[in-house]
Nanobody, 119 residues
Framework: QEQLVESGGGLVQAGGSLRLSCAAS?????MGWFRQAPGKEREFVAA????????SYADSVKGRFTISRSNAKNTVYLQMNRLKPEDTAVYYC???????????????WGQGTQVTVSS
C-alpha cells in the first residue's frame, strides 16, 4: 500500500526553524511539499526529484526553505528557516511522476502535519 507519512510539525516562534520529514513507501519521479492555511486553497511549496536532485520552490519560500531527500531512507525533508506567521498551515507531502508545482499532477498524498508560527 502506497503511503506517505509526514512528521516534524509543531509550534514555533517567528524567526525560528522546523524540519519536516516525509517517509515514503513508494518511489515516483518526484516528491513535493504543499501547504494549506485556514480559509485558503492548498499551495505548492517545494519539490525535488529522487534521482537528479532538481528542485523547485515557491517564490514565497525561496531562500528560507530547503527541500532535500535521503534515498537510503526513502524520506524527503523540508527544512524551514526564518519562519513567519504567514507560514502557518497544514503541510502535506505528495508524490508525482515529475518535478512540477501543479497539484493535480500529484497522485499520492500524506495526511498532513500542522505548522504554527506565532508572532
Amino acid at each position: 500500500q502506497e503511503q506517505l507519512v509526514e512528521s516534524g510539525g509543531g509550534l514555533v516562534q517567528a524567526g525560528g526553524s522546523l524540519r519536516l520529514s516525509c517517509a515514503a513507501s513508494l518511489r515516483t519521479g518526484a516528491m513535493g511539499w504543499f501547504r494549506q492555511a485556514p480559509g485558503k486553497e492548498r499551495e505548492f511549496v517545494a519539490a525535488i526529484t529522487w534521482t537528479t536532485l532538481s528542485t523547485s520552490y515557491a517564490d514565497s519560500v525561496k531562500g528560507r526553505f530547503t527541500i532535500s531527500r535521503s534515498n537510503a531512507k526513502n524520506t524527503v525533508y523540508l527544512q524551514m528557516n526564518r519562519l513567519k506567521p504567514e507560514d502557518t498551515a497544514v503541510y502535506y507531502c505528495a508524490a508525482s511522476a515529475g518535478l512540477t508545482p501543479s497539484e493535480k499532477e500529484y497522485k499520492y498524498w500524506g495526511q498532513g502535519t500542522q505548522v504554527t508560527v506565532s508572532s
